[in-house]
T-cell receptor, first 113, second 113 residues
């Protein structure tokens, strides 16, 4: 089955630690995205990548980093510089042609204490 | 900048009631419009889309018509079910494929039997 996988589903970390969230897709999509979801705030864009080895900051990139070494993979690192990292993180992908319909993974809920 | 405004929830309905969730947008170009649905603890699923004015998207009994004159894309369903309880997001894509979507804040729908 084609789709997007995110792991783990739940992640717990102590304050001050960096943590990396995994996102893999087998849809052969060029573009991939990371969004953050907080209650009542909808989805906010962290980073996106349109092609391997290239990525752009979104609206709330501070305290986060990404890499895009392979087409299938777009990991997100939440660094200790992110002031409020507890949230639900969603990865998505889309082809670079067409209507920009995006496909989402199941999400990772990160809790930092 | 571009934006999406959705009616605030929660929306509480009885089974078989008629549903409308309002969505209006601001965009400089000719965006594609989407409705996504999110069930508790899951990622977003594309519900329907429309790519040009007067297009009607439909899926699973849900419909929405792209109205350029009123910059709206309201979601409707004639008879809701308990299983429709979820959060609904309106979104737009104003530029070429491979760039991020702009989401509304989401509307929570709760349907009781």
């Amino acid at each position: 089955d084609g789709g997007i996988t995110q792991s783990p589903k739940y992640l717990f970390r102590k304050e001050g630690q960096n943590v990396t969230l995994s996102c893999e897709q087998n849809l052969n999509h060029d573009a991939m995205y990371w969004y953050r979801q907080d209650p009542g705030q909808g989805l906010r864009l962290i980073y996106y990548s349109q092609i391997v080895n290239d990525f752009q900051k979104g609206d709330i990139a501070e305290g986060y980093s990404v890499s895009r070494e392979k087409k299938e993979s777009f990991p997100l690192t939440v660094t200790s510089a992110q002031k409020n990292p507890t949230a639900f993180y969603l990865c998505a992908s889309s082809p670079r042609t067409g209507s920009n319909e995006q496909y989402f993974g199941p999400g990772t809920r990160l809790t930092v204490t | 900048g571009d934006s999406v405004t959705q009616m605030e929830g929660p929306v509480t309905l009885s089974e078989e009631a008629f549903l409308t969730i309002n969505c209006t947008y601001t965009a400089t170009g000719y965006p594609s419009l989407f409705w996504y649905v999110q069930y508790p603890g899951e990622g977003l699923q594309l519900l329907l889309k429309a790519t040009k004015a007067d297009d009607k998207g439909s899926n699973k009994g849900f419909e929405a018509t792209y109205r350029k004159e009123t910059t709206s894309f309201h979601l409707e369903k004639g008879s809701v079910q308990v299983s429709d309880s979820a959060v609904y997001f309106c979104a737009l894509s104003d530029t070429q494929a491979g760039t991020a979507l702009i989401f509304g804040k989401g509307t929570t729908l709760s349907v009781s039997s």
